[in-house]
């Protein structure tokens, strides 16, 4: 299994280009299901859950092309055309939806487009219970019969078709909120979506949805209008830049006291929350013409106290990453994780490397020390993956994160870009270690 080794201490300084979001890209791929007719996407990340998610749509009849791998263009996504004269299969089957959450994002428009869907429970990173009971009792209020049985959900709409009626969760959800706005745009009537979540991924989505003529008003706010249509056509849609990938990036300058351009489009206007904690933190952000730059703006980082919240709050997808910087600050930072109930897994890793950490239920205290030290580590989800990378940044001697395939599904061409800023990184080769 492959790792990346990082000699720490190095400063990181240049230019990095930002890529499409994966959690934008990964709904809307799942859209194409809902027409006969192509969706082109550009701007989609080079990533391992990209390519886990196409090979699940082509097992529904899904026909792929590559237009541009995106290899030729310095910086640049891959355009792929998905179209789907007919869905062949309405199964999605266990051996793919294990390797990624996401996955339960085709059962939307299945159940739209066919009238039923049976697909498996979801896997993806072990960060906790994310339940799918607000996506199935969604389509319960538009009219379908859910049956659940042998790991799979079994969804029917009566008649064939969906109808319009108002979904009402009573929590946050993105990925509920994502299923529901795709099926409803197939549905008979109007479907109203109460306290739908605001993230800038489902209003790319919704953006996507309505240029291939669906009718979908309220786009950035907690109500969701959905005007049901009998048919969608083609369109293209660029995937937005990935916040995510911009927030890490930018701690990754703060922490080396680095300055990096961050290449991209509108970067700062997706990002308040993140960029409020940054800020307050002490790294300055300046626009650009192409991106914005980020550095730290004193002599080393400030502790604060951070709670995670749903947007336009601060997401749980920076925590770590966060958490990370904080193990340098100058004094002490409280982070709360309202999310997730188990995303603190990265912490005994960290600690590994010389973090002062206390857990105290789902509050960490993390304390600056004045520097860490290389350690091997494992990596156990996406993004506790990347702070231990930015950790290894940082530390005395050489850090060694395992369990990289992680990564894999989240930041495109991370040794790439990191080594063009200087850092002092490279892939190993796990047949040799």
Not at 3 to 15: K, M, N, W
Not at 117 to 134: E, K
Not at 416 to 432: F, P, Q, T, V
């Amino acid at each position: 299994m492959d790792r990346i080794a990082i000699t720490g201490g190095f400063r990181l300084e240049g230019q990095l280009a930002i890529s499409g979001a994966k959690n934008a890209a990964l709904p809307l791929m799942c859209a194409s299901l809902l027409s006969a007719e192509t969706l082109t996407l550009s701007n989609l990340p080079h990533l391992a859950d990209i390519s886990t998610l196409k090979t699940l749509l082509e097992g529904h009849g899904v026909k792929t092309k590559v237009e541009d791998d995106g290899q030729t263009i310095a910086n640049k996504g891959q355009t792929i055309s998905f179209t789907t004269p007919e869905i062949t299969s309405t199964v999605a089957p266990y051996d793919i939806v294990r390797k990624m959450r996401a996955s339960i994002l085709v059962l939307g428009p299945l159940l739209a487009r066919m009238g039923e869907a049976t697909v498996s429970l979801p896997g993806g990173c072990a960060i906790g219970n994310r339940p799918i009971d607000l996506h199935l009792k969604g389509f319960e209020e538009m009219g379908a019969t859910i049956e659940l049985e042998e790991g799979y959900v079994r969804a029917v709409a009566p008649g064939g078709r969906l109808k319009g009626g108002i979904v009402n969760f009573p929590t946050v959800s993105v990925g509920a909120t994502e299923n529901i706005v795709m099926a409803a745009t197939l549905a008979s009537g109007t479907t109203l979506i109460e306290n739908a979540a605001r993230e800038p991924e489902i209003s790319d989505l919704v953006l996507c949805l309505n240029a291939m003529g669906a009718k979908i008003s309220g786009i950035g706010t907690k109500t969701l209008k959905v005007i049901g249509v009998d048919r969608l056509h083609s369109a293209h849609h660029s995937v937005m830049p990935d916040r995510i990938e911009t927030g890490s990036y930018a701690v990754a300058a703060a922490m080396t006291q680095g300055e990096i351009e961050l290449i991209g489009s509108n970067l700062l206007d997706v990002m308040t929350g993140t960029v409020g904690v940054l800020k307050s933190a002490g790294l300055d952000f300046t626009p650009t013409d192409n991106g914005v730059l980020v550095k730290l703006g004193r002599d080393k980082v400030k502790g604060i106290n951070v709670t995670t919240q749903p947007y336009p709050g601060f997401p749980t997808d920076m925590q770590a990453q966060v958490m990370a910087m904080m193990t340098l600050c100058d004094g002490a930072s409280v982070i709360d994780e309202t999310i997730f109930e188990n995303r603190f897994m990265h912490v005994p890793e960290l600690t590994r490397m010389g973090a002062d950490i206390t857990i105290r239920g789902s509050s960490a205290m993390v304390r600056g020390v004045e520097h860490l030290l290389g350690a091997p580590v494992m990596a156990t989800d996406l993004r506790a993956s990347m702070s231990l990378v930015l950790a290894g940044l940082v530390a005395d001697r050489q850090t060694f994160v395992n369990r990289i395939y992680h990564l894999d599904r989240g930041y495109e061409r991370l040794v790439e870009k990191l080594s063009a800023c200087g850092a002092h990184i490279i892939r190993e080769d796990g047949k040799g270690i």
